[in-house]
């Protein structure tokens, strides 16, 4: 568990439904709230819904009608203060592509490095 970490809510990308389920128990294991959302515009609607949502964890390459980069720009035009967590297992992302701030970590990733991201989030 992080900490001050329980006051964070993340919202999880992902398409891949076993992908999902694990990265949600991950974030609920570091002691975080989390919701899910298996496209952009799934995840779009729920951030619409729920303005606790303070972090982004989205994979890059996903069905629908953005990826994960271009819903992390449409979230950080729209949300301007969410944080962001972005993941990839076929492509690196580079701070070009990604919001100021954001962390990339290809998968797969391990718990202490989402742990260390959603840390310096919180602090």
Not at 8 to 28: F, G, N
Not at 99 to 123: C, D, L, M, S
Request: with cysteine.
């Amino acid at each position: 568990m992080i900490g001050s970490a329980s006051s964070s809510v993340v919202l999880i990308v992902e398409d891949e439904a076993i992908i999902r389920v694990a990265a949600a128990a991950l974030i609920e294991d570091l002691g975080c709230d989390s919701f899910e959302a298996s496209s952009a515009d799934e995840a779009i609607a729920l951030l619409e819904q729920h303005p606790q949502i303070t972090i982004l964890f989205t994979d890059i390459q996903m069905a629908g009608s953005m990826d994960g980069l271009e819903l992390a720009a449409y979230a950080r035009r729209r949300w301007p203060p969410l944080k962001f967590i972005i993941v990839s297992g076929n492509h690196i992302a580079t701070a070009i592509e990604m919001p100021e701030g954001a962390h990339f970590f290809p998968k797969p990733y391990n718990a202490a490095t989402i742990g260390e991201a959603i840390r310096t989030f919180v602090q």
